[in-house]
């Protein structure tokens, strides 16, 4: 792995840069990792390397039953969590033929 920032000539007076951006940056929110490679002010190459948030949730679902796990929904996502509800219960409901009125 490459250090947080490395520096190799590119051409005449540029150099490439090399910037490990993330998975502790507030932006990220610690979901990945961005290997950058810039040339001044202007970044010439990305590679994300994604994965820094699996807890093992599907491990874990597989010890509960379809109630249990919405408390597990909760944690996937920090910033929103209402979308991973919804998003399981309407996973659920369609596996089991479940039809919701609109009113709900």
Same mark, same amino acid.
């Given at each position: 792995?490459?250090?947080? /920032? ?12 090399? *910037? ?14 961005? *290997? ?13 390397? $994604?994965?820094? *948030? ?24 920090? /910033? ?5 509800? $919804? ?7 369609? *596996? ?9």
């Amino acid at each position: 792995m490459a250090s947080v /920032i490395e520096a190799e000539p590119a051409g005449d007076q540029e150099y490439r840069w090399t *910037l490990n951006f993330g998975p502790q940056h507030p932006a990220t929110h610690t979901t990945l990792r961005i *290997l950058l490679q810039i040339e001044g002010e202007q970044v010439v190459h990305a590679t994300p390397d $994604i994965g820094y *948030l699996h807890s093992g949730f599907e491990k874990i679902g597989e010890h509960l039953n379809y109630n249990q796990y919405v408390t597990v929904t909760d944690r996937m996502n920090y /910033i929103s969590p209402l979308a991973n509800n $919804i998003a399981w219960h309407h996973a659920v409901e369609t *596996l089991l033929g479940i039809n919701v009125p609109k009113r709900c």
